[in-house]
């Protein structure tokens, strides 16, 4: 057995008491999402409704198989239950830029260090976000990555595992947030047809596996109570300063005219005909499915009404391969880049002030930021860069 190097166990030792000091001085007295979340769990095994009004805006808004992930954690005092978490979302973080860089050398890059480095720093504020709140998405991230990983891989060797495989992380994915569907027509274009009929199977069955808490019937009723909730409480947080989403923007530039939501449908739609161009400039192109699964993680809180900002985290192989890629672009967009993306990284609460970072979340200026790196993929694209 090989000794550990002691360079080896300081490092890791530094880690453990920097992740130690973060959580006692900065995460543990917030992740309120996770409160939501740890609450949702204990109502469950008690069989108890889990979407209540009188929860305000702490209202539980996933699906409840959701729930059931956070049901060992219930049966812990809450302060564990925090660690725990924090622990498994810093993980997540983890597997995510890990990730970001395996997908990164699929697509050819010699040397991804720089880029992943460069794309951790720039989406630092949404992980760091996503860890002081408790939330889910770097997990979901984590699992739709993976899925464009076999995919990829199976484009080169098909196999049926690995098609089940892609099928599992799909479903369970959707599961967590339906902000996953956004995959659905992608697997269906790329005619996966198992792994389509696989992830159909798993959300069947987080679907039904409620029911041993609730009985059929009162499954039945709480999924019901599930999409009442979601249509009750969305239409309030459209205008939401941390809204990011498209419709968001929209609402914001416009006032919260009935309009917008027009533009919205019209935006979306000239989007889906632009990514089926992005795909079909992909097709005789080695590991498409690279840039064309980032092109899917950077819509996620666009498309989706509720997109707060730190969802942006699953930008994360969109910015690994545009800074990857930065030479393929002319000098003036170059410029443009840095500037995004230096927007993206520094604009925080602590450096601009309440004001001024009010005024940045009321004119919903990441959205721009993000619809400009969706630009910069369909233009590597168009470069038969990615």
């Given at each position: 057995?090989?000794?550990?190097?002691?360079?080896?166990?300081?490092?890791?030792?530094?880690?453990?008491?920097?992740?130690?000091?973060?959580?006692?001085?900065?995460?543990?007295?917030?992740?309120?999402?996770?409160?939501?979340?740890?609450r949702?769990?204990?109502r469950?095994?008690?069989?108890?409704?889990l979407?209540?009004?009188?929860?305000?805006h702490?209202?539980?808004?996933?699906?409840?198989?959701?729930?059931?992930?956070?049901?060992?954690?219930?049966?812990?005092?809450?302060?564990?239950?925090?660690?725990?978490?924090?622990l498994?979302?810093?993980?997540?973080?983890?597997a995510?830029?890990a990730?970001?860089?395996k997908?990164?050398?699929?697509?050819?890059a010699?040397?991804?260090?720089?880029?992943?480095f460069?794309?951790?720093?720039?989406?630092?504020?949404?992980?760091?976000?996503?860890?002081?709140?408790?939330?889910?998405?770097?997990?979901i991230?984590?699992?739709?990555?993976?899925?464009?990983?076999?995919?990829?891989r199976?484009?080169?060797?098909?196999s049926?595992?690995?098609?089940?495989?892609?099928?599992?992380?799909w479903g369970?994915?959707?599961?967590?947030?339906?902000?996953?569907?956004?995959?659905?027509p992608?697997?269906?274009?790329?005619?996966?047809?198992?792994?389509?009929?696989?992830?159909?199977?798993?959300?069947?069955?987080?679907?039904a596996?409620?029911a041993?808490?609730?009985?059929?019937?009162?499954?039945?009723?709480?999924?019901?109570?599930w999409i009442?909730?979601?249509?009750?409480?969305?239409?309030?947080?459209?205008?939401s300063?941390?809204?990011?989403?498209?419709?968001?923007?929209l609402?914001?530039?416009?006032?919260?005219?009935?309009?917008?939501?027009?533009?919205?449908?019209?935006?979306v739609?000239?989007?889906?005909?632009?990514?089926?161009?992005?795909?079909?400039?992909?097709?005789?192109?080695?590991?498409?499915a690279v840039?064309?699964s980032?092109l899917l993680?950077?819509?996620?809180?666009?498309?989706?009404?509720?997109?707060?900002?730190?969802?942006?985290?699953?930008?994360?192989s969109?910015?690994?391969?545009?800074?990857g890629?930065i030479a393929?672009?002319?000098?003036?967009?170059?410029f443009?880049?840095?500037?995004?993306?230096?927007v993206?990284?520094?604009?925080?609460?602590?450096?601009?002030?309440?004001?001024l970072?009010a005024?940045?979340?009321?004119?919903?200026?990441?959205?721009?930021?993000?619809?400009?790196?969706?630009?910069?993929l369909?233009y590597?694209?168009?470069?038969k860069?990615?």
């Amino acid at each position: 057995m090989t000794v550990p190097k002691t360079k080896t166990l300081l490092l890791a030792a530094a880690g453990i008491a920097l992740l130690a000091a973060v959580f006692v001085f900065k995460v543990r007295g917030g992740m309120a999402d996770f409160e939501v979340n740890y609450r949702a769990g204990h109502r469950l095994w008690l069989g108890e409704t889990l979407y209540r009004t009188a929860d305000s805006h702490w209202q539980f808004k996933y699906s409840p198989f959701s729930a059931m992930i956070y049901l060992p954690l219930s049966a812990l005092p809450l302060p564990a239950a925090k660690a725990v978490w924090f622990l498994l979302v810093v993980a997540a973080v983890a597997a995510v830029i890990a990730l970001g860089r395996k997908l990164a050398i699929t697509a050819g890059a010699a040397k991804p260090g720089p880029s992943v480095f460069l794309a951790s720093l720039i989406l630092a504020k949404f992980f760091l976000r996503e860890i002081e709140l408790g939330q889910i998405n770097a997990f979901i991230t984590a699992l739709l990555m993976g899925m464009a990983l076999l995919l990829v891989r199976d484009d080169d060797a098909p196999s049926s595992r690995r098609r089940t495989a892609t099928g599992i992380l799909w479903g369970l994915a959707t599961a967590l947030k339906p902000y996953a569907l956004i995959f659905l027509p992608y697997l269906v274009l790329k005619r996966k047809w198992r792994a389509l009929a696989w992830g159909g199977a798993v959300l069947a069955a987080t679907l039904a596996v409620p029911a041993l808490f609730y009985g059929i019937r009162g499954n039945m009723a709480v999924l019901g109570e599930w999409i009442s909730s979601l249509s009750r409480s969305t239409p309030g947080l459209l205008a939401s300063q941390d809204n990011v989403s498209l419709l968001a923007f929209l609402m914001k530039w416009m006032h919260g005219s009935p309009a917008a939501s027009l533009v919205y449908g019209a935006g979306v739609a000239l989007l889906a005909g632009l990514t089926l161009l992005f795909l079909r400039g992909g097709r005789n192109l080695p590991q498409a499915a690279v840039a064309e699964s980032a092109l899917l993680l950077v819509f996620i809180p666009l498309i989706s009404p509720l997109g707060w900002d730190y969802t942006f985290l699953s930008a994360f192989s969109a910015v690994v391969l545009v800074t990857g890629r930065i030479a393929v672009f002319p000098k003036p967009a170059r410029f443009l880049l840095a500037a995004n993306f230096l927007v993206i990284a520094l604009a925080l609460y602590d450096i601009l002030g309440r004001r001024l970072y009010a005024v940045f979340m009321a004119r919903s200026v990441p959205t721009l930021d993000f619809l400009l790196v969706v630009g910069s993929l369909f233009y590597l694209r168009a470069k038969k860069a990615v």
